[in-house]
Antibody
Framework: QVQLQQSGPGLVKPSQTLSLTCAISGDSVFSNSAAWNWIRQSPSRGLEWLGRTYYRSKWYNEYAVSVKSRIIINPDTSKNQFSLHLNSLTPEDTAVYYC??????????WGQGTLVTVSS | QSALTQPASVSGSPGQSITLSCTGTSSDVGAYNYVSWYQQHPGKAPKLMIYDVSNRPSGVSNRFSGSKSGNTASLTISGLQAEDEADYYCSSYTTSSTVVFGGGTKLTVL
């Protein structure tokens, strides 16, 4: 059974970069059937898909238009994990951030969620 | 990419059947059979209930069923139970190779 363990800061200052990591157990970041997603949730924006990375003989990334200029999602193959980097943060980026696995059939496994507050 | 449209709230009595709707466009819901539904209880991560419009993951009750017509997907919960009270979200893959969520529906079991 796959488990996803998130780590990263809960408080980030405006204009800085948020970096979160999602460690995978029970599956491989190299899986040819999985995609590794970041999703966030806030009262004002609801659930918002941010992007994903996946391996199909080479690495692919797909990002939401709303954050495309500010986001990078990276696999870390040596540690079987993937990360989110979101820069130029504003208070609007305050949300609970989730990582999740998608087997091309919905996100079936979720991380525990990380509440990220953007404040000085 | 605009969010999919879901009613803000729905209510039903125990034992009843209710249907939640999720309306998109020909660029998302209408384009593919890649609609998913999630259940979320307060303080918890979402749980996948339906994928690919009408398929149930292992372990999900057969009281939950999904369908789609045109640009609108639906989730039906039959034999409503108190434990079904939660927020429900739909999502769809889009023609832009992105994923879009609905705004969510709060289900109240009376």
């Amino acid at each position: 059974q796959v488990q996803l363990q998130q780590s990263g800061p809960g408080l980030v200052k405006p204009s800085q970069t948020l970096s979160l990591t999602c460690a995978i157990s029970g599956d491989s970041v190299f899986s040819n059937s999985a995609a590794w997603n970041w999703i966030r949730q806030s009262p004002s924006r609801g659930l918002e898909w941010l992007g994903r990375t996946y391996y199909r003989s080479k690495w692919y990334n797909e990002y939401a238009v709303s954050v495309k200029s500010r986001i990078i999602i990276n696999p870390d193959t040596s540690k079987n994990q993937f990360s989110l980097h979101l820069n130029s943060l504003t208070p609007e980026d305050t949300a609970v951030y989730y990582c999740g696995r998608d087997l091309n059939a919905g996100v079936d496994s979720w991380g525990q969620g990380t509440l990220v507050t953007v404040s000085s | 990419q605009s969010a999919l449209t879901q009613p803000a709230s729905v209510s039903g009595s125990p034992g009843q059947s209710i249907t939640l709707s999720c309306t998109g466009t020909s660029s998302d819901v209408g384009a593919y059979n890649y609609v998913s539904w999630y259940q979320q209880h307060p303080g918890k991560a979402p749980k996948l209930m339906i994928y690919d419009v009408s398929n149930r993951p292992s372990g999900v009750s057969n009281r939950f069923s999904g369908s789609k017509s045109g640009n609108t997907a639906s989730l039906t919960i039959s034999g409503l139970q108190a434990e079904d009270e939660a927020d429900y979200y739909c999502s769809s893959y889009t023609t832009s190779s992105t994923v879009v969520f609905g705004g969510g529906t709060k289900l109240t079991v009376l």
